[in-house]
């Protein structure tokens, strides 16, 4: 196949368009899927107790 | 601390400084008469040196208890204090080299004092120095922590570190020798880009079996940010240092890329080098220290992996702003520009759920200047992330483009938003490594961030100015159709504003200098305070880490 | 077959999935997602450019750097110049008025690397070459300021006492062939000699040089000193052959401004 200039850079332009848009759906629904939402917030809350916190 | 390492390891440490110190001395005998062979030199030096120290301690006691309940905080102690070491350095080259541009003849009368060859210092001093000895043991520190593990080894760990210092040593020296790439921010030449290639290679196996001992179901997002920083800094560093020496005798090599390819490649590295080196890896310290400091969990966890995703996708794209209106096809620079715009969403959903995670301690922030050193960081993040889509955009890259603009906006970043962050985490973290009540002075921590913030805004402010004047004056045009202002005429115009850029980072520079002094004072003087919890423990979730064979 | 080559590693996968696997899945996961996430954006932007025909324009004069040209380039590195001067005039009417001709693609085909530059705290210096005389740039790289009182560039006087080291050149040269300049068996191999040609004028090598590179070559005493070949000789060289690698802007921009 005769990989030319054109042909590169229109599969570069459309097939960035829809790996952007699958890549945003995927992401979304994995940051937003329920189930995980209760291992989310554990995980926000595990940093805080495992020293006995800052020092003054 | 070559107590904590058996006699196996130490051993191991001695065959593989042994092992380099030989290849230093390989490279030496055959570099010479090449400034090669004075890496080379270096090399066996640094290596040969380490290798005596580890022998000389080969048969103190070993370890007798359990390591395992334990972390294993030397190597971050030690990358905190070399980290400090080179800020001082580099910051202090950053002031000379500033200086010369006001008072050129602020110099030497030798090659290596002229403002090429000591330029690089600066730049690759702060960022892989003081910014990757950071990055590196502050990544020991939270990959531990958060995995509720001790790192999975002794030696490598030493390794990545020590590995990585070489790597610095013979950047900074080789410049002043004039061995460059002159590919910015991957200035060292193939035999420095191979090495770092080993060191990288075992800080990702490093990390990787660190988290796989993990005592906890879930990886903590500021991981994720520590995992971005070290793959694609990999990737970026092997893609474009690709060279061909000229001979295997001397440094100099030739660039595989030229012209358009070559400045394409360069700016994808350039930029992404600012994503992933200067952005991914300190938010990993932002999305770690800042909730830990404030001892509230961050806003929106949700929000930090979304923004986590749009970062590491939208970031790689953007580098062909750099080069606006230049011969690279017009394509490829809308879609920087499109992407660096996009850009602003995710990096301001990172600043904005830091300060939303502040949002009800404000009364901390006031009070505790190592919280505030944090918060004015996610704010410098937040603006010189808007100020990088703002100057992505095509027509203002026509003036901003070539000038201090573009300067200011670094330094907004590199000062306002990495060094702030770094020094809030450092504040943060002696006390908690080296089990001290507190830091030997908080007035000295109050007088590095004015002091740093001072001389931060000074220095943006400056640059700013000199910046949209020069790009001003360079298109003003008279009346009659000609050119209204000489390059002469605005390089006189810049000079006040060189001499408060100078003003600027001599006043960062004295911060940096206080805020080391305040570390070691902190390490020499101040009462030993064991914490109730720091060692690894099962998950508070009281899930196990590694469920049931299936 | 396939088992057959991995049977002696299997102990190693065995002990992977048994003791790890579990844990490895998320951080692999994660190691994946972001290479795939990242990996996409610079591939689309830089595999294009490397079709090389339509990124770059044809320039049929375009000439290579001659020895000294090429070695007066690697003490431009060496010295750091282009962190204050670019090599890229962009297409704003302003840059064009100013310096010259917009750059084209062509014009840094055979510089490897490219030294577009990103600051210009000095003047762009693509289209510098025979703007001033050797006598100006010699003087002005021995003291900037006495000729331009409010430079603030360095001064390299040094560079008019340092002998140029012409050994390494053919080495160099054939690296470069390497990364896909077209030099010939025959250009490198003379390298060094060719080098000391070019600032030597009607010298046998002088001829040579010519022969080689084309009669355009500049071929004078650089630096003005005829005892010795110095790294001012190279850089001086180069400095006037910046912009004069190929006609194509000015025939092209000229033709498009009638």
Known sequence: MDLSYETLSTIAKSFGLFYLIALSIGITVYAFWPSLGNRFDKAAQSVLDDEEGPCR | MMERLTIAERQQAMLL????????????????????????????????????????????????DDRATSYYDDPTKVGILISLFWAVIAMGMGVWVAAQLAWPDLRFDAPWSSFGRIRPVHTSGVIFGFGGNALIATSYHVMQRTSRARLAGHVSPWFVLLGFNLFCIIAASGYLMGITQS?????????????????????????????????????????????????????????????????????????????????????????????????????????????????????????SILSFWGIVFFYIWAGSHHLHYTAVPQWVQTLGMTFSVMLLVPSWASAGNALMTLNGAWGKVRDDATLRFMMVAAVFYGL??????????????????????????????????????????????????????????????????????????????AMWNSGIIQGLMW??????????????DSLVAMHPYYVARTIGGAFFLTGAIIGAF???????KVHEQTPELDYPTKSEAGEPAVPAAE | MLRKILKPFSKFFEFHARSHYRAERHSMALTIGIIAASAVGG??????????????????????????EQAGRDIYIREGCYACHSQMIRSLRDEVDRYGPYSLAVESQYDHPMLWGSKR???????????????????????????????VMPQYAFLLDTPLETASLPGRLAALRTVGVPYSDEQIENAAEDARGQAYPDSDQAYAVEERYGEATNIRFFDGRRDRLTEMDALVAYLQIMGGLTDLPQETQFAEGE
């Open chain 3, 121 to 151: 705290t000095g003047p762009d210096l693509a289209r510098v070459g025979e703007k001033f005389s050797d006598e100006w740039q010699v003087q002005h790289l021995v003291d900037p300021r006495s000729l331009v009182p409010e430079s």
């Open chain 3, 43 to 68: 591939f689309v932007e830089i595999a294009p450019l490397f079709s090389i025909d339509e990124t770059v324009e044809a320039a049929p004069d375009m000439r290579v750097y001659t020895p000294l």
């Open chain 2, 17 to 64: 400084s042994g092992g380099l110190a030989l290849v230093g001395l390989a490279l030496a005998i055959v570099g010479r008469g090449d400034a090669m062979g004075v890496h080379g030199w270096i090399t066996m030096i640094f290596a040969g040196g380490l290798f005596f120290v580890v022998g000389n301690a080969l048969y103190a006691p070993a370890p007798t």
């Open chain 2, 475 to 488: 298109r003003t045009y008279t009346e009659s159709g000609t050119l209204a202002y000489s390059f002469t």
């Open chain 2, 384 to 461: 010189s992330t808007f100020e990088g889509s703002f100057m992505a955009i095509r027509a203002v890259n026509s003036l901003s483009h070539y000038t201090d603009w573009t300067v200011g906006h670094v330094h907004a970043g590199a000062m306002g938003w990495v060094a702030l962050i770094t020094f809030g985490s450092i504040y943060a973290l002696v006390p908690i490594l080296w089990r001290r009540e507190s830091m030997y002075s908080w007035k000295l921590v109050e007088w590095h961030f004015w002091l740093a913030l001072g001389g931060t805004v000074i220095y943006v402010f």
């Open chain 2, 518 to 524: 305040n570390v070691i004072m902190t390490i020499r």
């Open chain 2, 183 to 303: 590919k910015e921010y991957a200035e060292p030449e193939w035999y420095a880009d191979i090495w770092l290639v080993v060191v990288w290679v075992v800080y990702f196996v490093l990390y990787m079996r660190t988290l796989a001992r993990r005592n906890e179901p879930h990886i903590y997002v500021a991981n994720w940010y520590y995992m971005a920083f070290i793959l694609v800094v990999a990737v970026l560093h092997i893609v474009n240092n690709l060279a061909v020496p000229a001979s295997f005798s001397a440094a100099k090599s030739y660039s595989a890329f030229s012209g358009v390819q070559d400045a394409m490649t360069q700016w994808w590295y350039g930029h992404n080098a600012v994503a992933f080196f200067l952005t991914a890896g300190f938010l990993g310290m932002l999305y770690y220290f800042l909730p830990k400091r404030a001892e509230r969990p961050i806003y929106s966890y949700r929000l």
